[in-house]
């Protein structure tokens, strides 16, 4: 086993364990959420081999989705604030005219 993965497994191990005391956890808890993880095709795993995370597949998110993104947990901002969409609207306007004169 290269130096580093059996490094990494230790580390890995004591996050683990430090994890579930501080946060409280059962150990079943957490073994769960790993079955949980591995289904979902996160990480995979086994006895003795310790737990490693998968690679992902970079999003093909575009830039327009991402402004939209931005854009609605702007807007659910503005509703905890009892705001309207209206009011947000102009804020932004406000700040268009803002940075445009700098």
Not at 37 to 60: I, M, N
Not at 64 to 73: D, G, M, Y
Request: charged letters at 20%; proline letters at 4%.
């Amino acid at each position: 086993m290269p130096v580093r993965s059996h490094y990494c497994s230790a580390v890995w191990y004591l996050a683990e364990l430090l994890f579930r005391v501080g946060v409280g956890l059962a150990a079943g808890t957490v073994a769960r959420a790993y079955k949980e993880l591995e289904r979902a095709g996160y990480v995979t795993g086994k006895r003795g081999g310790g737990t490693r995370v998968l690679p992902q597949p970079e999003p093909q998110t575009t830039q327009a989705e991402l402004i939209e993104q931005h854009a609605r947990a702007y807007l659910a901002e503005v509703a905890r604030l009892d705001g309207t969409a209206e009011q947000a609207v102009a804020a932004v306007r406000t700040v268009i005219a803002t940075v445009s004169t700098e």
